[in-house]
């Protein structure tokens, strides 16, 4: 199992720019999340999902889109890219509510 | 609302100690989930040690044990026999009473094991 993967791993933004972070996993995981990691932080949460279909904003989900239409992948779309949003991009998942959650291996997003 | 506090920004350690990390959090529910992940220079995030607000015991995992203090609140992560390779970052987090295993994360401590 190659578990929690996200691409692209780096990523310089220009100031009002849009993008996709991808997230794909392959262990059959109904709940998945995005957080953020600013320098010198704790991870915040973004958006979460706990199956396909549906999706629900966590502590800070302004600037930022997700959907889930199928079970492995969680995409996180950043529209209108703003400097505040360096940061560094995690994906999870957990099995159930349960779980421990399983982390991929970051993005790291400059915004110019 | 539920919060995590890591009041040690860093710590070190000589190679072979035992390190004790603290960690208090604040909730006002009966039921929840504390979590120990560590973030070594690499990024990655990876899942340590994990103990349930009604587990009777302390959780262990090898070197990993979780010093849970409820009347406290606190849930200090002890590494036994420190190794270089524990040098890291270590993130105290709680499942967040709402559900859905979202996750609350204190702002970390720098660990460095010196030999």
């Known amino acids: 199992n190659a578990g929690v993967t996200q691409t692209p791993k780096f990523r310089i933004l220009k100031i009002g720019q849009s993008m996709t972070l991808q997230c794909t996993q392959d262990m059959n995981h109904n709940y998945m999340y995005w957080y953020r990691q600013d320098p010198g932080m704790g991870l915040k949460l973004i958006y979460y999902s706990v199956g396909a279909g549906i999706t629900d904003k966590g502590e800070v989900p302004n600037g930022y889109n997700v959907s889930r239409s199928t079970t492995e992948d969680f995409p996180l779309r950043l529209e209108l890219a703003a400097p505040s949003q360096t940061s560094v991009y995690f994906c999870?998942?957990?099995?159930?509510?349960?779980?421990?959650?399983?982390f991929g291996p970051g993005t790291r997003l400059t915004v110019l | 609302a539920q919060k995590i506090t890591q009041t040690q920004p860093g710590m070190f350690v000589q190679e072979k100690e035992a390190v004790t990390l603290d960690c208090t959090y604040d909730t006002s529910d009966q039921s929840y989930g504390l979590f120990w992940y560590k973030q070594p220079s690499s990024g990655e995030m990876i899942f340590l040690i994990y103990q349930g607000s009604y587990d009777e015991q302390n959780a262990t995992e090898g070197r990993y044990s979780l010093n849970f203090q409820k009347a406290r609140k606190s849930a200090n992560l002890v590494i036994s026999a420190s190794q270089l390779g524990d040098s890291a970052m270590y993130f105290c987090a709680m499942r967040d009473p709402g559900g859905y295993n979202k996750l609350i994360f204190g702002a970390g401590t720098r660990l460095a094991v010196h030999p």
């Open positions: 999870a998942s957990s099995y159930s509510g349960d779980n421990e959650q399983f």
